[in-house]
T-cell receptor
Framework: AQKITQTQPGMFVQEKEAVTLDCTYD???????LFWYKQPSSGEMIFLIY??????QNATEGRYSLNFQKARKSANLVISASQLGDSAMYFC???????????FGKGTRLHILP | DGGITQSPKYLFRKEGQNVTLSCEQN?????MYWYRQDPGQGLRLIYY???????QKGDIAEGYSVSREKKESFPLTVTSAQKNPTAFYLC??????????????FGDGTRLSIL
């Protein structure tokens, strides 16, 4: 069965510091994709970054990077040089190629302190 | 502008009443999804559809029903059988193919409350 685990319910980080949000997953499908989304207090879901299970390189998008450790089934999001606007909920999600079902973790609420 | 429109933004339901949440997309996406979000629970998948006239149950389908008569529309009905419907409901769509890299696009959500 698919499962996504985000073990950090909340985090407080000083502005300009880097932050790592943890995500582990469990799947028996060898072909899958991992996504990270940001949800500000307004409720919209903003796509941040994607990593495919066969990708050799870790994904990067601007200040976001994904630390993909396939053997550990880990897909941590790293935000460099955090900004006040990064304060939000962050969700890790996984899609298995066999059925296109996409499930989410419970999220981590990130607070950036000035 | 292309996007996903959910309506209404706020919805109130009386006990024993069915209500339908609308989701329309003009992105020409094949797949559409419904999620429920409760505080501390993240997003839980209710139903999803990859093609017109076909849909699959997600992890919490009980008490809900959907239809996919048109590619651009995927309405969700919250039936009276759903005993705890108060939540934030998010609709999403996604283009299939493309090696699976396409992310979901989300609507702005509907907040459902019980009177």
């Amino acid at each position: 069965a698919q499962k996504i685990t985000q073990t950090q319910p909340g985090m407080f980080v000083q502005e300009k510091e880097a932050v790592t949000l943890d995500c582990t997953y469990d799947t028996s499908d060898p072909s899958y994709g991992l996504f990270w989304y940001k949800q500000p207090s307004s409720g919209e879901m903003i796509f941040l970054i994607y990593q495919g299970s066969y990708d050799q390189q870790n994904a990067t998008e601007g200040r976001y990077s994904l630390n993909f450790q396939k053997a550990r089934k880990s897909a941590n999001l790293v935000i460099s040089a955090s900004q006040l606007g990064d304060s939000a909920m962050y969700f890790c999600a996984m899609r298995e190629d066999r059925d296109d079902k996409i499930i989410f973790g419970k999220g981590t609420r990130l607070h950036i302190l000035p | 502008d292309g996007g996903i429109t959910q309506s209404p933004k706020y919805l109130f339901r009386k006990e024993g009443q069915n209500v339908t949440l609308s989701c329309e997309q003009n992105l020409n996406h094949d797949a559409m999804y419904w999620y429920r979000q409760d505080p501390g629970q993240g997003l839980r998948l209710i139903y999803y559809s990859q093609i017109v006239n076909d849909f699959q149950k997600g992890d919490i389908a009980e008490g809900y029903s959907v239809s996919r008569e048109k590619k651009e529309s995927f309405p969700l009905t919250v039936t009276s059988a759903q005993k705890n419907p108060t939540a934030f409901y998010l609709c999403a769509s996604r283009e299939l193919g493309g090696a699976g890299v396409e992310p979901q696009h989300f609507g702005d959500g509907t907040r459902l409350s019980i009177l």
